[in-house]
Nanobody, 125 residues
């Protein structure tokens, strides 16, 4: 599976962005999906994840109520809608998919099998 992130950019605090991640391959619908981010000088951080159908989203506390993960299996694409952006959301955002993230731990980077290349999100206050 190859993943291509897109949709990043520079915005003011309070604005919204929607990131997309397009997947190649015919097995996309069988994977659970997740989003991570990495700020300069910091470790890669879990943002959220959802299951194959998208009806079981799970988020880290810092983005709950502001970010929404979804997917369109017919389009082999996953999304994260980011609202009420804050300066501390500034990071490179990565999409990832995995076949066993719930047993491995959805918040752990090594639970995922494939990764996108990342897209930069910059939020200025």
């Amino acid at each position: 599976v190859q993943l291509v992130d897109s949709g990043g950019g520079s915005v003011q605090a309070g604005a919204s962005l929607r990131l997309s991640c397009a997947a190649s391959g015919r097995r996309f619908s069988s994977y659970s999906v997740g989003w991570f981010r990495q700020a300069p000088g910091k470790e890669r951080e879990f943002v959220g994840a959802t299951n194959w159908s998208g009806d079981m989203p799970f988020y880290t506390d810092s983005v709950k109520g502001r970010f929404t993960i979804s997917r369109d299996n017919a389009k082999n694409t996953m999304y994260v809608q980011m609202d009420s952006l804050k300066a501390e959301d500034t990071a490179v955002y990565y999409c990832a998919v995995g076949s066993a993230i719930w047993s491995r731990g959805p918040g752990k980077a090594d639970a995922y099998d494939y990764w996108g290349q990342g897209t930069q999100v910059t939020v200025s206050s």
